[in-house]
Protein backbone atom coordinates (compact mmCIF):
# COMPACT_ATOMS: atom_id res chain seq x y z
CA UNK A 1 0.00 0.00 0.00
CA UNK A 2 0.82 3.86 -0.94
CA UNK A 3 2.52 4.83 2.10
CA UNK A 4 0.90 8.61 2.21
CA UNK A 5 -2.64 6.69 1.84
CA UNK A 6 -1.85 4.42 4.81
CA UNK A 7 -0.79 7.68 6.91
CA UNK A 8 -4.21 9.83 5.78
CA UNK A 9 -6.00 6.99 6.31
CA UNK A 10 -4.80 6.64 9.82
CA UNK A 11 -5.19 10.19 10.71
CA UNK A 12 -8.63 9.33 9.72
CA UNK A 13 -9.15 6.92 11.40
CA UNK A 14 -7.32 8.66 14.91
CA UNK A 15 -9.26 11.83 14.49
CA UNK A 16 -13.11 9.83 14.72
CA UNK A 17 -11.35 7.94 17.85
CA UNK A 18 -11.10 11.48 19.20
CA UNK A 19 -14.58 12.50 17.98
CA UNK A 20 -16.22 8.96 19.54
CA UNK A 21 -14.41 9.66 23.11
CA UNK A 22 -15.50 13.09 23.10
CA UNK A 23 -19.36 11.94 23.07
CA UNK A 24 -18.88 10.06 26.38
CA UNK A 25 -18.01 13.66 28.15
CA UNK A 26 -21.98 14.32 27.90
CA UNK A 27 -22.89 10.81 28.56
CA UNK A 28 -25.96 11.14 30.98
CA UNK A 29 -25.03 7.87 32.85
CA UNK A 30 -22.47 7.02 35.19
CA UNK A 31 -19.29 6.23 32.91
CA UNK A 32 -18.37 3.35 35.64
CA UNK A 33 -21.45 1.38 35.44
CA UNK A 34 -20.43 -2.48 34.63
CA UNK A 35 -22.96 -5.01 33.85
CA UNK A 36 -21.38 -7.54 35.78
CA UNK A 37 -18.75 -8.74 38.22
CA UNK A 38 -15.57 -9.22 34.70
CA UNK A 39 -16.96 -7.10 32.40
CA UNK A 40 -15.33 -3.75 32.27
CA UNK A 41 -17.29 0.32 32.06
CA UNK A 42 -16.85 2.71 29.50
CA UNK A 43 -14.03 4.23 31.41
CA UNK A 44 -12.67 1.20 32.16
CA UNK A 45 -12.44 0.51 28.24
CA UNK A 46 -10.67 3.75 27.85
CA UNK A 47 -8.32 3.02 30.34
CA UNK A 48 -7.11 0.48 28.46
CA UNK A 49 -6.23 2.10 25.57
CA UNK A 50 -3.78 4.67 27.96
CA UNK A 51 -2.21 1.80 29.40
CA UNK A 52 -1.02 0.82 26.00
CA UNK A 53 -0.60 4.55 24.70
CA UNK A 54 1.69 5.07 27.84
CA UNK A 55 4.00 2.40 26.10
CA UNK A 56 3.50 2.79 22.65
CA UNK A 57 3.42 6.51 22.27
CA UNK A 58 7.04 7.33 23.75
CA UNK A 59 8.04 3.70 22.03
CA UNK A 60 7.14 5.53 18.61
CA UNK A 61 8.40 9.31 19.44
CA UNK A 62 11.66 7.87 20.44
CA UNK A 63 12.08 6.02 17.10
CA UNK A 64 11.22 8.42 14.91
CA UNK A 65 13.40 11.38 16.85
CA UNK A 66 16.36 8.56 16.34
CA UNK A 67 15.91 7.58 13.28
CA UNK A 68 17.68 8.84 9.90
CA UNK A 69 15.54 7.00 7.70
CA UNK A 70 13.91 8.48 4.39
CA UNK A 71 10.31 8.27 3.37
CA UNK A 72 9.34 5.81 0.14
CA UNK A 73 6.59 5.44 -1.73
CA UNK A 74 5.03 1.90 -0.38
CA UNK A 75 4.62 0.26 3.08
CA UNK A 76 4.84 -3.22 2.93
CA UNK A 77 3.12 -5.21 5.70
CA UNK A 78 5.34 -7.41 7.90
CA UNK A 79 3.91 -11.09 8.06
CA UNK A 80 3.29 -10.58 11.98
CA UNK A 81 2.76 -7.07 12.19
CA UNK A 82 -0.44 -7.43 9.60
CA UNK A 83 -2.02 -10.20 11.73
CA UNK A 84 -1.65 -8.66 14.89
CA UNK A 85 -3.27 -5.38 13.08
CA UNK A 86 -5.63 -7.09 11.29
CA UNK A 87 -6.84 -8.74 14.76
CA UNK A 88 -7.37 -5.89 16.75
CA UNK A 89 -9.63 -4.60 13.56
CA UNK A 90 -13.42 -4.66 15.25
CA UNK A 91 -16.17 -6.96 13.06
CA UNK A 92 -19.07 -8.70 13.80
CA UNK A 93 -17.51 -11.90 14.52
CA UNK A 94 -15.48 -10.05 17.30
CA UNK A 95 -13.50 -12.68 19.50
CA UNK A 96 -12.56 -12.21 23.11
CA UNK A 97 -9.08 -11.48 24.05
CA UNK A 98 -7.43 -12.07 27.02
CA UNK A 99 -5.70 -9.10 27.84
CA UNK A 100 -2.59 -8.92 30.09
CA UNK A 101 -2.43 -8.11 33.35
CA UNK A 102 -0.48 -5.05 33.33
CA UNK A 103 -3.33 -3.28 30.67
CA UNK A 104 -6.58 -5.05 32.91
CA UNK A 105 -7.93 -1.50 34.26
CA UNK A 106 -10.69 -3.82 36.22
CA UNK A 107 -11.71 -2.07 39.41
CA UNK A 108 -9.42 0.51 38.84
CA UNK A 109 -10.18 4.28 40.01
CA UNK A 110 -11.43 6.09 36.90
CA UNK A 111 -12.89 9.68 36.47
CA UNK A 112 -13.62 11.74 33.65
CA UNK A 113 -9.56 12.60 33.37
CA UNK A 114 -9.55 8.84 31.62
CA UNK A 115 -11.12 10.28 28.68
CA UNK A 116 -9.00 13.58 29.00
CA UNK A 117 -6.11 11.69 28.98
CA UNK A 118 -6.75 9.28 25.86
CA UNK A 119 -7.83 12.39 24.14
CA UNK A 120 -4.40 13.85 25.08
CA UNK A 121 -2.54 10.76 23.93
CA UNK A 122 -4.44 10.32 20.93
CA UNK A 123 -3.33 14.28 19.97
CA UNK A 124 -0.04 13.22 20.34
CA UNK A 125 -0.65 10.39 17.99
CA UNK A 126 -1.59 12.49 15.18
CA UNK A 127 1.57 14.27 15.44
CA UNK A 128 3.57 11.21 15.48
CA UNK A 129 1.58 10.43 12.19
CA UNK A 130 2.74 13.80 10.81
CA UNK A 131 6.06 13.14 11.97
CA UNK A 132 5.81 10.14 9.89
CA UNK A 133 5.57 10.89 6.44
CA UNK A 134 9.23 11.84 6.76
CA UNK A 135 10.20 8.53 7.58
CA UNK A 136 10.29 5.31 5.99
CA UNK A 137 7.66 2.97 7.86
CA UNK A 138 9.52 -0.13 6.61
CA UNK A 139 12.67 0.70 8.03
CA UNK A 140 11.70 1.87 11.74
CA UNK A 141 11.01 -1.17 14.47
CA UNK A 142 8.96 -0.90 17.45
CA UNK A 143 9.16 -3.84 20.19
CA UNK A 144 6.05 -4.74 21.22
CA UNK A 145 4.52 -4.17 24.85
CA UNK A 146 4.98 -8.20 25.74
CA UNK A 147 8.04 -8.65 24.65
CA UNK A 148 11.12 -6.30 23.86
CA UNK A 149 12.35 -9.26 21.58
CA UNK A 150 9.84 -8.95 19.02
CA UNK A 151 9.31 -5.47 16.88
CA UNK A 152 6.94 -4.69 14.24
CA UNK A 153 7.29 -1.71 11.64
CA UNK A 154 6.44 1.45 12.43
CA UNK A 155 3.50 1.34 9.82
CA UNK A 156 2.21 -1.99 11.36
CA UNK A 157 2.57 -0.02 15.18
CA UNK A 158 0.39 2.53 13.96
CA UNK A 159 -1.94 0.15 12.61
CA UNK A 160 -2.10 -1.98 15.35
CA UNK A 161 -2.66 1.02 17.85
CA UNK A 162 -5.21 2.43 16.32
CA UNK A 163 -6.92 -0.85 15.02
CA UNK A 164 -7.01 -1.12 18.66
CA UNK A 165 -8.11 1.51 19.55
CA UNK A 166 -11.17 1.53 17.28
CA UNK A 167 -11.55 -1.68 18.64
CA UNK A 168 -12.41 -0.68 22.34
CA UNK A 169 -14.15 2.20 21.29
CA UNK A 170 -16.40 0.32 19.48
CA UNK A 171 -16.73 -1.86 22.74
CA UNK A 172 -17.48 1.44 25.04
CA UNK A 173 -20.06 2.73 22.40
CA UNK A 174 -21.90 -1.05 22.95
CA UNK A 175 -21.56 -0.31 26.65
CA UNK A 176 -23.13 3.05 26.42
CA UNK A 177 -26.03 2.01 23.95
CA UNK A 178 -26.80 -0.86 26.47
CA UNK A 179 -27.27 1.08 29.53
CA UNK A 180 -29.19 3.34 27.46
CA UNK A 181 -31.77 0.26 26.40
CA UNK A 182 -32.02 -0.68 29.85
CA UNK A 183 -32.79 2.53 31.14
CA UNK A 184 -35.70 3.03 28.58
CA UNK A 185 -36.77 -0.36 29.25
CA UNK A 186 -37.07 0.76 33.30
CA UNK A 187 -38.41 4.38 31.95
CA UNK A 188 -41.59 2.47 30.10
CA UNK A 189 -41.94 -0.63 33.24
CA UNK A 190 -42.28 2.69 35.55
CA UNK A 191 -44.35 4.23 33.30
CA UNK A 192 -46.80 1.85 32.66
CA UNK A 193 -46.94 0.65 36.61
CA UNK A 194 -47.34 3.98 37.78
CA UNK A 195 -50.26 4.33 34.90
CA UNK A 196 -51.39 1.09 36.08
Not at 142 to 147: A, D, E, L, R, T
Request: charge should be positive; aromatic fraction near 12%.
Amino acid sequence: MESEELIFDLINRTQLNIEEAKKFYSFPSDLNFRFGHGSWSILECMEHLNLYGDYYIPAIKMAIESSNSYPVSYFKSGLMGNYFALKMLPNENIKKMKTFKDKNPLNANLNENTLSRFVAQQEQLLILLDSSKKENLNKIYIPVSFSRLVKLKLGDTFRFVIYHNERHIEQANKIAKAINSTKDIMTSYITVTENG
